[in-house]
């Protein structure tokens, strides 16, 4: 038997709040004892205010009821996101006010507060751990579950390694992808040759490189692994391969590992809510159409076990079809959602197997419903066939 993942489904029988989602955060919690676990605790509370205009992070109800359980178990609170995200949280109705903590940018107002770790990984060196994250005895990770245009996938484990690094290392997890070798100029030396293999690409993620007019560039972000341009390059000289894609999912892991090793164990709680998911991150700035039907709400202990938990119940139901952006394209239907929207490469199940390989957690997890939907009785009387 697997760990525990404490799950609310979204669905309810009966029209009352206590069926719902905040009221079942309301229950993991208590599953999870964070009141008792947080006494004396200096708690960061790791969640993504979102940017510009997006309305679909996570809604100021939930995460108050997190900070209340943080405040009567004789924690003290306060809450973390990446500096730029923090600009306009005003904007979004995140106030200190309003959530009943304070709000502040993980690695200070110029974002140069950090504790450095050494672990070489491809272009990466050294990974800089936000200060205010690396400062706080206790974590509660909440992620918004949506899609990502690198990992496919952005839950707990994304929340944790990209959010809890200050930029300089965000961007260059970023820049992994770009590490092993994939394109080989001296396989094609035509210039006319390498504007046909640019313009193969209907989704502009292949350009001419800045520097070196015989370099092409790829935006792995951008590329949903269709194969266009493998029809047009000659052969040898460019590569869509599983090393390029699988950097950033790997590259998750290990900055997932690095924050999570600052905290003692039993010290951190995660949490996930999956619903309005949309097909790029909450960085992006806006809140496009829900592509997945909403799952519900999940926490554990376990990282990797959660983020596996929302992967499955999000992969029992098909893609949105229809509220996918028509810039986007559906080439494969094989494996998770997500997997249809990125790209076969960008399988969101990649990071979960990495994180355990690093010793995050467990993929094998036992599923409990705080309040099942089938326990409650709809009417006090017995079943009564309707005419
Ligand atoms: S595989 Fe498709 S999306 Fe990727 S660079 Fe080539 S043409 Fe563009």
Not at 66 to 92: C, H, L, N, Q, T
Not at 128 to 145: I, P, Q, R, S, Y
Not at 302 to 317: C, E, G, N, P
Request: glycine content about 8%; proline content about 7%.
């Amino acid at each position: 038997m697997g760990v525990k993942v404490f799950y609310g489904d979204p669905r309810q029988a009966r029209l009352e709040g206590n069926e719902t989602l905040p009221a079942k955060l309301d229950l993991i919690l208590d599953h999870l004892h964070l009141q008792d676990r947080v006494k004396g605790e200096l708690v960061a509370l790791k969640l993504h205010v979102g940017n510009k205009i997006g309305y679909s992070t996570l809604h100021p109800v939930f995460i108050r009821k997190v900070v209340k359980a943080i405040r009567d178990g004789g924690g003290k609170p306060f809450i973390v996101d990446v500096d730029w995200d923090m600009e306009g949280a005003v904007s979004r109705g995140y106030t200190a006010e309003v959530l009943g903590c304070p709000i502040v940018p993980n690695g200070g107002p110029s974002d140069k507060y950090f504790y450095a770790h050494e672990r070489p990984y491809k272009n990466i060196k050294e990974w800089n751990v936000a200060g205010m994250v690396e400062d706080a005895t206790f974590l509660v990770n909440f992620a918004h579950a949506k899609g990502h245009p690198t990992n496919a996938y952005g839950g707990a484990l994304k929340n944790i390694a990209l959010g809890c690094m200050v930029g300089k290392t965000r961007s260059a997890m970023h820049d992994s992808v770009l590490f092993d070798p994939y394109w080989f100029k001296d396989k094609c030396r035509d210039e006319e040759t390498r504007q046909r293999i640019i313009a193969s690409c209907p989704h502009g993620a292949l350009v001419k490189d800045k520097y070196d007019p015989e370099e092409i560039h790829l935006h792995v972000d951008l590329c949903n692994q269709c194969g266009r341009c493998l029809q047009v390059a000659p052969e040898g000289s460019l590569k869509i391969v599983p090393a390029n894609f699988h950097a950033f999912h790997e590259a998750v892991a290990i900055s997932t590992s690095i924050t999570m090793s600052t905290f003692e164990p039993g010290k951190a709680v995660h949490l996930v809510l999956a619903t309005h998911m949309t097909p790029v991150c909450d960085c992006f700035g806006f809140t496009s159409m829900p592509i997945m039907r909403d799952a519900g709400i999940f926490g554990s202990d376990d990282i990797v076990a959660v983020d596996q938990a929302v992967l499955d119940a999000t992969s029992k139901y098909p893609l949105i079809e229809e509220n996918v952006p028509t810039s986007m394209e559906v080439h494969t239907r094989v494996g998770h959602p997500l997997r249809w929207l990125h790209g076969p490469l960008k399988d969101p199940y990649k990071a979960t197997e990495y994180a355990e390989k690093v010793g995050l957690g467990t993929r094998d997890y036992e599923l409990v419903d705080v309040l099942p939907v089938e326990s409650i009785r709809p009417a006090p009387m017995g079943y009564i066939p309707a005419q």
